[in-house]
Every structure is written in C-alpha cells, then in structure tokens.
C-alpha cells in the first residue's frame, strides 16, 4: 500500500513564504506524476502545480510566477514552494500521486496540510 504524508503548512501572513513537502512511500514501482491541489470549503479542488516525470511542471495560473514545484523522483517526494502568498491561497493542500505498483496503476492523495494568509 502506498501512503503519501505532507509537511509545511501553516499560518502566514500576506506576502509571505511556505514550503510544503510531500514524501510517497510503501511499495511501488514508480511514480509517474506527483502534485498538489487545494480545496477549501464548499469549493472544488483545484490544481496548483504538478509535474510528470521527464516533463516541465505545470501550473495553476494563479500559481504562475509565485509558486515552484519540485520533484526528487528517487526520493519519492515533491515540494511546493511558495511565494507572494495571498489570502486567497488560504486552503488545505493535498499532495497528490500516480503511482504504479504490482497490481494497478493508480492515484493516491496524502490527508492534507492546512494553509492560512492572513494578516
């Protein structure tokens, strides 16, 4: 079974800097695709930024030019930096993975690490 655990999250205010972690483990073979999205209440999740293996990240426009993602493939694990915070990035963030294994291949999510901007 594969887990996914995230790190970083915090309270910042306005203008502010955080950087979320994410490491996969269990046993796999690979993972082809690492990211993260953001939800918060009553809203849809939401893509901010992923990148697949051998491929240039992607992002969230909102996240264009303020936030990074970063992916160690032997390590298994993904980061988020971001920067310029905005209160509207307020949101928990979801680490997410596709991932092969014995028997599929298949997405998994991590629980989530809350983010806060505010002043």
């Known amino acids: 079974q594969v887990q996914l655990v995230e790190s970083g999250g915090g309270l910042v205010q306005p203008g502010g800097s955080l950087n979320l972690s994410c490491l996969a483990s269990g046993r796999f073979f690979s993972i082809n695709a690492m990211g993260w999205y953001r939800q918060n209440p009553g809203k849809q999740r939401e893509l901010v930024a992923a990148?697949?293996?051998?491929?240039?990240?992607n992002y969230a426009d909102s996240a264009k030019g303020r936030f990074t993602i970063s992916r160690d493939v032997a390590k298994n694990m993904v980061w988020l930096q971001m920067n310029s915070l905005k209160p509207e990035d307020t949101a928990v963030y979801y680490c997410?993975?596709?991932?092969?294994?014995?028997?599929?291949?298949?997405?998994?999510w991590g629980q989530g690490t809350q983010v806060t901007v505010s002043s």
């Open positions: 997410n993975a596709q991932i092969r294994t014995i028997t599929s291949f298949d997405e998994y």
């Open positions: 990148v697949t293996y051998g491929l240039s990240p």
